[in-house]
């Protein structure tokens, strides 16, 4: 998979406003778009720090992932989301190197992301995110079905990163295992079946 760039990293708090507040009087942030995502039981605010976004969310319910973690853990680093062009693509590669990850989701309205298992990248949270290019915005459609059909099909030429056997975690196909991996039955792959504490918060 291609990564782009680091989209945003993302902190946990408990107010989204009374943390915008706190980064806009000491390092003269600007706040930018508010948005509440049901999907992923959160009310997110951006924040621009330089060129960089950070993005502070707080839970929609007491009953929900982030709000377990803020329990936990208390507020702070919460999740790292990097941007690729073909989310589709880089959902299959994972599943074909066994590394569980979630359906993607769209959230905002044209941006789509999808969430690594935090068992297989050292606990910390991975979220793939695919934006629209500025011209599509207004006219891109979008299928669900459409797309869990066609994560699905391990892309052929889909560039891999090889890596030594020992430093990958316990389940993770190595990079030469990636052809057999492409070649086994959907139902074989890793599946894309994780709950939100799967992808945000480990024990």
Known sequence: MRIKRIHH????????????????????????????????????????????????????????????????????????????DDLDAAVAELAARNVRVSDPVEAPPGTWSAFVTMAATHGLSIQLIQSPEPAALDDRAYDDTDRSQRASDVPAAAPVVAAPEAALPEGVAAAGELEASAEAEPSERAPLDLTPDEWSDVD
């Open 9 to 84: 990293l993302t902190l946990a708090v408990r107010d989204t406003e009374q943390a915008r507040a706190t980064f806009e009087t000491l390092f003269g942030a600007t706040a930018e778009h508010a948005d509440a995502i049901p999907a992923f039981g959160v009310r997110t605010r951006d924040i621009a720090i330089g060129e960089d976004t950070l993005q502070l969310a707080s839970p929609l319910e007491r009953d929900s992932a982030l709000m377990r973690f803020i329990e936990r853990k208390g507020e702070g680093f919460y999740n790292l989301a990097l941007e690729v």
